[in-house]
């Protein structure tokens, strides 16, 4: 099992200029989440999925737009990137079986993202 | 509004002896815990949780403890390794929906 696999491992962007950070699953997990982390700050919750074709909003929802198609993808999108996007952006998996208790989260190796 | 705190950036603590990481919280919603470690260059990984149901959950060398009245919980770890040199996460969950709420991590230094 790979786990959960984030490309690209770095990237630097532009101001105003769109991307998309891949994440994958192979463990059959029902949730998926993606979180960005800012220097000397905790992980925020940008978007979560409960499923294929359901996503919702989390803490830091502004900015960013997501899908998820099948299963083991949920893609984040990043439309008109700006400065205040600089961070590294993990990506997790659960199984959701149970709501809140005994729940595991899963993370990527993050992406990190610097936006000039 | 940072919902879980961990006051303490970092720690540093002889090999051998006991580590103790901190972690407040100020949502009365949250009933299950977690704490994850984190390596530079990697994602974090799960370390040990406790239900609110309980004031301590033990595996191997980390006990964490609960103190809901007190909102703050700990992590224990005994004997502390330099393999465990690292960023310590705790997070909070309520007892609806499947958000997480991190706190801001503490560093934890174990000399050898």
């Known amino acids: 099992n790979a786990g959960v696999t984030q490309t690209p491992k770095f990237r630097i962007l532009k101001i105003g200029q769109s991307m998309t950070l891949q994440c994958t699953q192979d463990?059959?997990?029902?949730?998926m989440y993606w979180y960005r982390q800012d220097p000397g700050m905790g992980l925020k919750l940008i978007y979560y999925s409960v499923g294929a074709g359901i996503t919702d909003k989390g803490e830091v929802p502004n900015g960013y737009n997501v899908s998820r198609s099948t299963t083991e993808d949920f893609p984040l999108r990043l439309e008109l990137a700006a400065p205040s996007q600089t961070s590294v952006y993990f990506c997790?998996?659960?199984?959701?079986?149970?709501?809140?208790?005994?729940?595991?989260?899963?993370f990527g190796p993050g992406t990190r993202l610097l936006v000039l | 509004d940072q919902q879980v705190k961990q006051n303490s950036p970092s720690l540093s603590v002889q090999e051998g002896r006991i580590s103790i990481l901190n972690c407040d919280y100020t949502n009365s919603m949250f009933d299950y815990f977690l704490w994850y470690k984190k390596y530079p260059a990697e994602g974090p990984t799960f370390l040990i949780s406790i239900s609110s149901i309980k004031d301590k959950n033990e595996d191997g060398r980390f006990t964490v403890f609960l103190n809901k009245s007190a909102k703050h919980l700990s992590l224990h770890i005994v004997p502390s390794q330099p393999g465990d040199s690292a960023v310590y996460f705790c997070a909070a969950s309520p007892n609806t929906g499947n958000q997480f709420y991190f706190g801001t991590g503490t560093s934890l230094t174990v000399i050898p």
């Open positions: 997790a998996s659960s199984y959701g079986e149970t709501s809140g208790a005994q729940e595991t989260q899963y």
């Open positions: 463990m059959n997990h029902n949730y």
